[in-house]
């Protein structure tokens, strides 16, 4: 059992990733996704945080709601433009 507690730090440090708020941030604004994509398929994973991704949501894990916030920010700007769209 682990003892991290699932936070976007952490998430960005189980995926290999820089997990400084810079860091954070810059990944989010860099790597926006289309309304129509999800999360697992985005293109810029490799396998195994592909694998990590799909299998804490799939379980409903401890990660899952942090695997969502991610989903959700790197839906962001996808969102906004639908919503200014007439």
Known sequence: MSNVVPRMTNLFLQLGLDASEQGIAEFIRNHQLPADMSLADAPYWNDAQRQFLVEQVKADAAWAI????????????????SQTQP
């Open 66 to 81: 942090v695997v969502d916030q991610l989903s959700e920010s790197l839906h962001e700007d996808a969102v906004k433009a």
